[in-house]
């Protein structure tokens, strides 16, 4: 799982051969703490076949004001830059898997 940046954010999503998964959060908002336990077991399961990020959204604004980001926390899947889904509050990570793995099966 990487840390993305507003300096990083080119290489962590063009550069992967997988899509990438981001999570929008905040350390001061209480469901952007809960989802980082969440990713975290996303990023065990689903290593290798998707990127996992973390964007801290206090301090990325060029980030957020890029994918509109206005609720916490929100996830985003990109595929080649180009994004593929959106969802919005905390989800478990058996949900955010089976998500992720049906939209990859589409391929």
Do not use: H
Request: aromatic share 4%; proline share 7%.
């Amino acid at each position: 799982m990487i840390l993305m940046t507003d300096r990083s954010y080119d290489r962590d999503v063009l550069t992967p051969d997988v899509p990438v998964l981001i999570a929008f959060g905040a350390p001061d908002d209480g469901p952007s703490k809960a989802l980082g336990g969440v990713m975290a077991e996303v990023d065990r399961v689903l290593g290798g076949k998707v990127e996992v990020a973390v964007v801290n959204v206090p301090e990325c604004p060029e980030i957020v004001a890029k994918w509109g980001v206005t609720r916490l926390p929100t996830l985003i899947l990109l595929k080649d830059g180009v994004l593929e889904r959106v969802w919005l509050g905390v989800r478990p990570a058996k949900r955010i898997i089976a998500d992720v793995g049906e939209l990859l099966s589409e391929e």
